[in-house]
Nanobody, 123 residues
Framework: QVQLVESGGGLVQAGGSLRLSCAAS????????MSWFRQAPGKEREFVAY???????YYRDSVKGRFTISRANAKNTMYLQMNSLKPEDTAVYYC?????????????????WGQGTQVTVSS
């Protein structure tokens, strides 16, 4: 069983930056596809970015060039560096993990989830 704990959320002005972290325990971190999803009030959970076990990455169009996903296998931790934040980035951000969700943007393919961290971008 994998446990995931997000941190790093907060309140920031538009144009600012935040760095989210996702600390994992209980599994072989280096073998998992790791992903970030987000959910705004009244909206469905949506894919943000993933990083596969081999380092391959993919982003939703609206965050390309602004967000960077990375992982540090030695620390069992994944990161999301968010720059040039916009009010529409406001949401609860969740990290997710699955050993078999290679290159997947479908949240139903991920077995393990964190509790989420709130990101609020003011205009």
């Amino acid at each position: 069983q994998v446990q995931l704990v997000e941190s790093g959320g907060g309140l920031v002005q538009a144009g600012g930056s935040l760095r989210l972290s996702c600390a994992a325990s209980g599994g072989t971190f280096s073998t998992y596809t790791m992903s970030w999803f987000r959910q705004a009030p009244g909206k469905e959970r949506e894919f943000v970015a993933y990083i596969n076990w081999n380092g391959g990455t993919y982003y939703r169009d609206s965050v390309k060039g602004r967000f960077t996903i990375s992982r540090a296998n030695a620390k069992n931790t994944m990161y999301l560096q968010m720059n040039s934040l916009k009010p529409e980035d406001t949401a609860v951000y969740y990290c997710a993990a699955d050993r078999y969700a290679y290159a997947s943007i479908d949240p139903t393919n991920f077995s393990f989830w964190g509790q989420g961290t709130q990101v609020t971008v003011s205009s």
